[in-house]
C-alpha cells in the first residue's frame, strides 16, 4: 500500500473486554512506533520497535497494554481488560532505515478510535 | 530518555503576521529536530525538519532554527494563512526513539 494501514478504524467496546488494534507499516520500514492520543492531548508515547532489536515499552501505561512485530512488518497493539480511561485514538507510525542510526521522517496511519463503554 | 518541551501551548496570530513556537530539549546527544503539523481530526504530518548540522532550514513561508548551545529550536511560520490552524509538534532524536513535545494549537485570526 502507499501508507500506514491501521484497523481498524474505530471500536467500541464494552468494559472489561480485550481488543486487539492492527498495523500495516509502509514496506520497508524498520522503524514502528505507537501512540496514543486522547481528544485535544498531545502523542502519548506506547511503544517503539526498531529492526530486530528488543522493543523500548517504556511508555505502556500498564501491564494490560502489550504489543508485537510479527517478522519484522505487521504490529498488533492488544489491551486487555479494557478500561474507559483508554478510551482514545491510537496512532501507528513507521519510518524508514536511516544511515549511521539517525533517525527519519514519521508516517503516520489514520489512527484507530477507539471507544470504550 | 529525551524530554521535550514546547510552548506556547496555545497561541492565536492575525492572518498575514508571524507565528513563531519554541521548544526545548534535554539530550545534548539529539541530532534530529522535525516538526509536525496535525490538522483537526486528521494524522500528524511532516512540515520541516532539522539536523545538528545546520542552524537554519526554510521552506517557502515556513523556517527552523536550531540552538546546539541552548538546545532549543524554533519554528516560523510568517504570512499566515487560515490553513495554518492546527496543532504543531516538535520532537528530538539521537540514535533512540523519537520524542514529542505536547504541542502548541495555532489559531490564525482571518
Known sequence: GAGVSQSPSNKVTEKGKDVELRCDPISGHTALYWYRQSLGQGLEFLIYFQGNSAPDKSGLPSDRFSAERTGGS??????????????????????????SGRSGELFFGEGSRLTVL | GENVEQHPSTLSVQEGDSAVIKCTYSDSASNYFPW?????GKRPQ?????????????????????????????????????????????????????????????????
Open chain 1, 74 to 99: 505487521v504490529s498488533t497493539l492488544t489491551i486487555q481488560r479494557t478500561q474507559q480511561e483508554d478510551s482514545a485514538v491510537y496512532l501507528c507510525a513507521s519510518s524508514p532505515s536511516q544511515a
Open chain 2, 36 to 40: 509536525y503539523k496535525q490538522e483537526l
Open chain 2, 46 to 110: 511532516l512540515i520541516i525538519d532539522i539536523r545538528s548540522n545546520v542552524g537554519e532550514k526554510k521552506d517557502q513561508r515556513i523556517a527552523v532554527t536550531l540552538n546546539k548551545t541552548a538546545k532549543h529550536f524554533s519554528l516560523h511560520i510568517t504570512e499566515t494563512q487560515p490553513e495554518d490552524s492546527a496543532v504543531y509538534f516538535c520532537a528530538a532524536s539521537g540514535n533512540n526513539r523519537l520524542a514529542f513535545g505536547k504541542g502548541n494549537q495555532v489559531v490564525v485570526i482571518p
